[in-house]
């Protein structure tokens, strides 16, 4: 056998010991998608985020209060397969920097293996998952932490879009100015926002609302006012026109819409 053909039969006999090593291939890392769950109705589930809810080997949610299920795993659930992980992440109810930081990046952590190992993982999060969202924070956290880890966002509706379609009324129109409030700190941020917006949203209304209304009353607003309490839920309820209406006792998810300007009809 001459030199030449010795390498070649060498060269032959590495490729098929490579082709028959039992040497585990390094897994592709999964990807984070953050799905917008919509605001309580399953229907309003995007069909490509749908697609990738069933496609997803875990599914991760936040964990809802005293061993209930929460928002987001309770709009999903019916779409969920039995061999699907489910992980439900703890994110407090706090405003500590510190404490919310280390939920985050627990979180991160908990989400990581399965990621690590090829996996993909759906983080499912009522409404809108880039709207006053905890995947944001999952999110960056993440990548902080892993650099290497992927993200995708696939949105959903957020609920002033909801409560808007409701209603039966546009959010807004034309040139018409928009205000989202995610909470009220101080009065003094309703009252600048009304001063300058065409159409205001509180979102976290229920915590504050008899002080609203009574800004509203000043500012003759309560009849252009709404409130939706459980949008697109079946225990759905409207509010109109708050005039008679000082003391509602609402529950967490409910917003406030305020037309301040009253919207210009077509032909008008």
């Known amino acids: 056998m001459s030199d030449s053909e010795e390498t070649i039969a060498k060269d032959e006999l590495v490729t098929a010991a490579l082709a028959n090593s039992t040497e585990p291939a390094i897994a592709e890392i999964g990807t984070l998608y953050g799905i917008g769950a919509g605001t309580g109705d399953p229907e309003l589930l ?7 809810l069933k ?3 875990v ?3 936040p964990a809802g209060v005293k061993g209930k299920l929460g928002m987001a795993e309770q709009i999903v659930a019916e779409w969920l397969q039995p061999h699907q992980v489910r992980l439900a992440l703890n994110f407090p109810y706090v405003q500590d920097t510190d404490t919310l930081t280390q939920a985050w990046q627990q979180a991160a952590k908990s989400v990581w293996p399965y990621l690590q190992q090829g996996q993909d993982v759906a983080f499912v999060s009522e409404g809108d998952v880039s709207f006053f969202s905890t995947f944001t924070y999952l999110a960056q956290s993440l990548q902080h932490l892993y650099p290497e880890a992927k993200v995708q966002t696939i949105p959903g509706i957020c609920s002033p879009l909801a409560a808007a379609a409701t209603l039966g009324i546009p959010l807004t129109m034309q040139a018409q100015r928009l205000v989202v409030l995610p909470a009220l700190y101080h009065v003094s941020e309703l009252e600048t926002a009304l ?7 509180l979102m976290k209304v229920s915590s504050v609302y008899e002080q609203v209304w009574a800004i509203l009353q000043q500012q003759q607003l309560l009849n252009r006012s709404y409130v939706v309490e459980r949008a697109t839920l079946p225990e759905q309820v409207i509010y109109a026109n708050l ?11 409910s917003l406030l819409i305020v037309q301040v300007t009253a919207p ?3 032909g008008s």
Do not use: E
């Open 46 to 52: 995007t069909l490509k985020g749908l697609r990738l």
């Open 55 to 57: 496609q997803a080997s």
């Open 59 to 61: 599914v991760a949610f």
């Open 195 to 201: 001063q300058w917006a065409d159409v205001v949203v």
């Open 243 to 253: 005039s008679d209406r000082p003391n509602l006792q609402l529950s967490y998810f």
């Open 264 to 266: 210009s009809l077509v």
